[in-house]
């Protein structure tokens, strides 16, 4: 993972697009959705719905 400062390893695109979902995204309900893309120096911050970052970050993954 290239999330900011995250170094974590995964074995598939799928267990980090999980990953990145999950820890960095976040979501509304939890109070912690993070719309702004932070893979290494993308800086994204189009996105204006979680499924917008989502599908942004697939670029990422490669999925």
Known sequence: CHWGTCAKTFNSPDDLYDHICEEH????????LCLQ???QACGYTGAKKQDQITSHIRVHTKL
């Open 37 to 39: 893309c932070s893979w």
């Open 25 to 32: 995204i976040g979501r509304k309900i939890h109070k912690n």
